[in-house]
């Protein structure tokens, strides 16, 4: 009975709302950061997606790219990281830096349509070239990395790490337009490979956050009596085992010694994971326990199966593997930090029911579907399409499952 | 049997826990793989090679006899050094004037080196199996020898005189007070001991037998065959390994929890 009446306290992640500024006739899906951009993400996602689904089975030509797939990476790494990263701080920053001012209104519109340019830009590249491109899409990074100064300026520098990780992300995207504007010898393909280790890196870290909040918010609601703490050491070993392996990839991309690394980044990956392993209490039943534990297992197959590959001598499949990082652990980070801080900061209870359990689902499927092609190359057609819809899927039962959420005022009746 | 159980139901976390450590062995291996590189197959062999090599090794019935061997001596010698060091060490504790007069012993068992214990038993025992096990019983024993005299030393008078007031029949007295806080001591010195053992073991073959998988580094050396030479240390890094952070930390751990 106890537990019931706690119910109705106020939630845990509400004390940075104090300082909500005071900007008059702000719609509800400008309230705060994370709104606008999971209204829009979502959607884009779906169509996205499904599009480079059609592309990939041969179903569809896109005849204004001559670069189709390193465009398609670029894309689905840093168009997809900007808007995380924009719904992530502009969320988080409040919450680890009380007195730091939401950004809201009329200034998170402009923010928000910057990113919509990026994207704009990008799709219509072939007209409109790679310098604009590349203005729209590092301007909305830059704009990001001064947004998040406080963390790296931070005395104690409690969360530093995010910042100077988005500094590096920052150079390799613009290495990465300086490659294709002809301006670097590099290889795209070499850069964006990188990227994806300096994102993994940033969404460890950044899960590292969601984690401690998301899974404490949780037990106080479900009345268990302990603690989670998310350990710094075992998310340092697998930032510093990732970060080798990217490099040792950008210089050595076919040696063994990276085999072996991968193993060890995977392994790494998945020592993270014992942090949900508290000393009292049992967790590992709650569903969010389990969603947020498949992202790292999702990327510790990825990087284990890519070190598998390089020393089995088969090097072509990295490119599948690699997709349990991408498809799988990234997109389920990102689906994961879109439905928590959907609940909870649209003052509700993290809730798990059958739409969540299908999302997180399906994603686990399109990315076995995806990431196993080698072991089915006689469908492989088949797989990259479906893979791709199934993929798509969670984020149209998010937009109905959220969206009514995002458009409304929090339900606590708490601004924001 | 609370406590089997406990240890059983506590293994499955404990084992997941190791995942940092597999990473940092993987990394190794990956610097390992480096020097492979760097310095060619002659002088340090691929990992992988290695490994391949090591499974070969271990389909083939000659090098499983040399293993057998090995442990038969190392069995040999650890359950000597066990029985032996447990009980003197135990009995010793008991004693302040035994305990004072043994230090010094045992620090001169400890400080002489193993190297010089295998010429001496080489003179003693000539080349075979009695070398090989008395060298890792001298080896072994003082590590046990003081774990258990400390053990027995360290037992808590007050805890002694509750047992005493509350009048508890022996077996009591001995299984929940004395049993638990000895063993706590004893069983940490007996796997450090096992480590000690493994180790002197291979040492004492290589130097002293034709046979064990100490002798069949020997023969690799001399052949420079470096890759076998590299399975064979795989093999003994890898058994005591498992041995020690699978079978019997689980247990230690356990144990060591009793000593506060």
């Known amino acids: ?416 | 049997m609370k406590f089997a159980l406990k240890i059983l139901k506590d293994f499955p976390s404990y084992l997941w826990s190791g995942w940092g450590a597999v990473a940092s062995i993987l990394l190794f291996i990956a610097l390992w793989d480096v020097g492979n590189q760097v310095y060619g197959d002659l002088v340090l062999p691929s990992p992988l090679e290695t490994f391949k090599t090591l499974v070969l090794m271990l389909h083939d019935d000659a090098v499983i006899a040399e293993i057998e061997t090995t442990l038969y001596r190392a069995s040999m010698g650890f359950g000597f050094s066990l029985i032996l060091g447990s009980a003197l060490g135990l009995l010793a504790g008991f004693f302040a004037t035994a305990s004072m007069m043994s230090r010094p012993i045992v620090t001169i068992l400890v400080g002489m080196p193993p190297i010089a214990w295998i010429v001496l038993a080489m003179i003693w025992f000539g080349m075979g199996d009695e070398t090989v096990i008395f060298t890792v019983i001298v080896a072994s024993f003082p590590i046990i020898f003081v774990g258990a005299l400390q053990g027995t030393r360290t037992l808590d008078g007050e805890l002694k005189e509750m047992a005493e007031s509350f009048n508890f029949p022996w077996h009591m007295r001995f299984f929940d007070v004395y049993f638990p806080h000895i063993f706590s001591y004893v069983f940490p010195a007996w796997v450090s001991g096992l480590g000690m053992a493994w180790k002197i073991v291979i040492m004492a073959e290589l130097l002293a037998t034709s046979n064990g998988i100490g002798a069949s580094l020997a023969v690799a050396r001399s052949q420079l065959d470096t890759p076998t030479a590299l399975s064979i240390v795989v093999i003994m890094i890898a058994s005591l390994m498992f041995i020690e952070y699978i079978i019997l930390e689980p247990i230690k751990r356990e144990v060591e929890l009793w000593r506060d």
């Open chain 1, 1 to 416: 009975m106890k537990h019931e009446e706690e119910k109705p306290q106020i939630l845990h992640a509400t004390n940075h709302y104090l300082y909500y500024p005071d900007e008059e006739g702000v719609p509800s899906y400008l309230a705060y950061g994370f709104r606008p951009i999971f209204l829009l993400l979502a959607p884009y996602l779906v169509i996205s997606m499904i599009l480079w689904g059609f592309v990939w089975s041969g179903v569809l030509n896109i005849p204004f790219m001559d670069n189709i797939l390193i465009w398609h990476v670029y894309e689905m790494l840093f168009g997809i990281l900007t808007a995380g990263i924009l719904a992530f701080l502009t969320t988080g920053l409040p919450e680890l830096f009380p007195g730091f001012v939401p950004l809201i209104g009329k200034k998170l519109r402009n923010v928000v349509i910057l990113w919509v340019l990026g994207r704009v830009s990008f799709w219509f590249i072939d007209v409109t070239g790679v310098y604009v491109a590349a203005f729209f899409n590092l301007a909305m990074l830059g704009y990001l990395i001064w947004f998040a100064r406080p963390a790296v300026l931070d005395k104690l520098q409690r969360h530093a790490s995010l910042g100077y990780t988005m500094v590096a992300i920052f150079i390799i995207e613009a290495w990465f337009f300086a490659a294709m504007a002809g301006l670097a010898q590099t290889d795209p393909m070499d850069i964006l490979k990188l990227a994806l280790g300096s994102h993994i890196i940033l969404i460890l870290l950044a899960l590292r956050r969601v984690n401690m909040e998301a899974v404490n918010e949780l037990m106080e609601d479900k009345g268990i009596d302990d603690v989670y703490v998310s350990r710094p050491p075992l998310t340092n070993l697998a930032v510093f085992t990732i970060g080798l392996f990217s490099i040792v990839e950008f210089l050595y991309p076919a040696n063994s010694a990276l085999g072996w690394l991968g193993l060890a980044a995977g392994a790494s990956v998945l020592a993270i994971t014992n942090d949900y392993i508290l000393k009292d209490k049992f967790i590992l039943n709650q569903p969010y326990v389990i969603y947020l534990s498949l992202i790292y297992v999702l990327i510790a197959a990825g990087y284990a199966l890519m070190g598998w590959a390089i020393l089995d001598n088969k090097i072509e499949n990295v490119s599948h593997f690699r997709h349990f990082i991408t498809s799988g652990g990234y997109g389920l980070a990102y689906l994961m930090v879109m439905i928590i801080i959907g609940w909870i900061h649209t003052g509700r209870h993290l809730t798990s029911n059958i739409y969540t359990h299908l999302m997180v689902g399906l994603i686990v499927i399109a990315t076995l579907m995806r990431g196993l092609i080698p072991f089915f190359e006689q469908h492989a057609q088949t797989l990259y399409l479906l893979s791709s819809i199934i993929w798509a899927v969670p984020f149209i039962i998010y937009a109905k499952v959220f969206f009514g959420f995002l458009m409304a005022p929090r339900a606590d009746g708490i601004k924001g």
